[in-house]
T-cell receptor, first 116, second 114 residues
Framework: AQKITQTQPGMFVQEKEAVTLDCTYD???????LFWYKQPSSGEMIFLIYQGSYDQQNATEGRYSLNFQKARKSANLVISASQLGDSAMYFC?????????????FGAGTILRVKS | GAVVSQHPSWVICKSGTSVKIECRSLDFQATTMFWYRQFPKQSLMLMATSNEGSKATYEQGVEKDKFLINHASLTLSTLTVTSAHPEDSSFYICSPNYGGTEAFFGQGTRLTVV
């Protein structure tokens, strides 16, 4: 079974609008962490936001927020006020437990295109 | 955040030759390094985990004799693709085990085997 599922291969959003990128996960470990990364065409992995399984509140980092619904095992990324520079590939990833450190499992990714 | 330097950023090599990729953690000691591979238009997949002073562990389906990993110091891990073939063309990226709530990555190496 897929541990991380991103069901949107591609998304379009109008500049200045908000967009939600979906991510569902599957784990039986009560301790886990969820990450979102942005990967532009250069290939670098840019960390956006992190949510721990025990965190009570949804994580926020500037224009990025994570809609964490633990019972539904979803961790959607919300980008507010989209900018042209947000066009990139976005990956959701999970770390299970802490024994293996930050070994991550990635979803298939979503390509986001921001239209002017 | 942690600073990770990966070199080279891109390399083209002839089929049958070997290529070495270096990954350095510049501002902290990394006892463990994760190596990922990303084929075009695909996601990142963990290839192997290197541990300073001990043998690397490889994920299922990854040939350990083809992808040699050396983690000789707390700041340097290397991945050598031996006898490279066109199907090894990919984006390779390292990530030191930093702990905490972030995972940092090197800049990545785009390997093209011709």
């Amino acid at each position: 079974a897929q541990k991380i599922t991103q069901t949107q291969p591609g998304m379009f959003v109008q500049e200045k609008e908000a967009v939600t990128l979906d991510c569902t996960y599957d784990t039986s470990d009560p301790s886990y962490g969820l990450f979102w990364y942005k990967q532009p065409s250069s290939g670098e992995m840019i960390f956006l936001i992190y949510q721990g399984s025990y965190d009570q509140q949804n994580a926020t980092e500037g224009r990025y927020s994570l809609n964490f619904q633990k019972a539904r095992k979803s961790a959607n990324l919300v980008i507010s006020a989209s900018q042209l520079g947000d066009s990139a590939m976005y990956f959701c990833a999970m770390r299970e437990g802490f024994v293996y450190g930050n070994k991550l499992v990635f979803g298939a990714g979503t390509i986001l295109r921001v239209k002017s | 955040g942690a600073v990770v330097s990966q070199h080279p950023s891109w390399v083209i090599c002839k089929s049958g030759t070997s290529v070495k990729i270096e990954c350095r953690s510049l501002d902290f000691q990394a006892t463990t390094m994760f190596w990922y591979r990303q084929f075009p238009k695909q996601s990142l997949m963990l290839m192997a985990t290197s541990n300073e002073g001990s043998k690397a562990t490889y994920e299922q389906g990854v040939e350990k004799d083809k992808f040699l990993i050396n983690h000789a110091s707390l700041t340097l891990s290397t991945l050598t693709v031996t006898s490279a073939h066109p199907e090894d063309s990919s984006f390779y990226i390292c990530s030191p085990n930093y702990g905490g709530t972030e995972a940092f990555f090197g800049q990545g190496t785009r390997l093209t085997v011709v």
